[in-house]
């Protein structure tokens, strides 16, 4: 695609973030494209929400992000609201988002205005709740302490219907994952969870997470849940120290919604999207999360390894008895020759190198 305006978003604590952000202005410059940063903010500043970002800088059609995956993701709520590209140049340490190093970022941008690239499109949630979420001033100072500026609470998209008992529809993306987790560390968040309408448990727990595919590697994973792949189209919930016996994943289809009600007598629970706080659910609350028909367009440049990423991000290790056994390849396909027909519908990748 030929851009025609860039959003930038700065790890602003990374002198080399800093550095590479005035590459990309001078870029863009050169090829007389707009280019304004996004998601910026002091102290005594409310920071945006992903629509108002949106506006602010124009409508970018291309989101470049300078950071980890943290900042990754900041760029992506904003991108998603108009379905721009994101460019993610990684300064990571545990990144499975971004793309492309510093040193490759002219190069890169090069290749997306002049149609060298490819997008990957992502699964994304959002949401319903049965009121406006809120953060109150005093657990909003306490939560963030050594933070900056917390987003503000999601808006209620007003295009949509109100007063119909569905709940109202809230201006959210969600590339990672939703959380509904306690205030108070001596009290349990107590959550009637109903997949499809129908109840699955009611859980005493720390926190729940509903998660994308996208963001299984992230909290999900953390809290003992499966990775999915990125290509998969499913929603994951993952209960956080439950007291309870039951404390597994359960994948659900794309399509089946996922409900957290907080029961009569539980404690206050705040609720996190993309691990930003973004309200405060009372006792008797509600809210949906399900999958949203917004895709997040990621740009890639070469194939997605997604399987090796993983064995290096996470620092994988083989077994130690399988050392005497012979060290496996760490690409391999049974045979050289082109692959077979019935074979063609597959995801098998080409070998590093193989310009079949």
């Not at 304004?36 to 800088?57: M, Q």
């Not at 009372?282 to 390894?305: A, E, F, H, M």
Request: charged share 20%.
């Amino acid at each position: 695609m030929a851009i025609s305006r860039i959003g930038l978003v700065v790890h602003q604590g990374r002198p080399v973030a800093v550095q590479t952000a005035e590459t990309v202005r001078k870029w863009a410059a050169d090829h007389g494209i707009g280019c304004t940063d996004i998601d910026v903010w002091k102290d005594h500043k409310e920071r945006r929400s992903g629509t108002d970002e949106l506006h602010h800088a124009g409508d970018p059609d291309l989101v470049v992000t300078l950071g980890g995956d943290g900042t990754f993701l900041r760029g992506a709520r904003i991108a998603a609201k108009n379905n721009a590209a994101v460019l993610g140049v990684d300064l990571g340490k545990v990144g499975f988002l971004t793309e492309v190093a510093c040193r490759d970022v002219e190069p890169a941008l090069e290749a997306v205005h002049h149609g060298g690239a490819t997008y990957e499109e992502r699964m994304t949630l959002t949401m319903r709740a049965s009121r406006p979420l809120e953060i109150p001033h005093g657990i909003e100072s306490l939560l963030r302490y050594g933070h900056g500026p917390a987003l503000p609470p999601p808006p209620v998209r007003h295009e949509m219907a109100e007063g119909d008992g569905w709940g109202m529809a809230l201006d959210v993306t969600a590339l990672n994952d939703v959380v509904v987790e306690k205030l108070a560390r001596d009290h349990q968040v107590a959550l009637g969870v109903y997949l499809s309408g129908r109840l699955l448990a009611s859980y005493s727990a720390d926190a729940v997470i509903v998660a994308t595919p996208t963001g299984s590697t992230a909290y999900s994973f953390a809290a003992g849940g499966p990775i999915l792949s990125p290509n998969t189209e499913a929603i994951v919930f993952t209960p956080v120290a439950p007291h309870m016996t039951f404390n597994r994943t359960v994948v659900a289809a794309p399509d089946e919604p996922i409900a957290l009600r907080v029961l009569p007598h539980s404690g206050q629970a705040a609720v996190s999207i993309d691990g930003q706080l973004r309200g405060v659910l009372d006792p008797g609350d509600w809210i949906g999360v399900y999958g949203s028909p917004q895709r997040l367009r990621l740009v890639r440049l070469r194939p997605t390894d997604f399987y090796g990423r993983l064995r290096d991000r996470f620092k994988l290790t083989d077994a130690p008895a399988t050392a005497l056994d012979g060290e496996p390849e760490l690409f391999w396909q049974p045979a050289d020759s082109p692959i077979p027909p019935d074979l063609k519908h597959l995801r098998i990748p080409q070998p590093p190198g193989d310009d079949r």
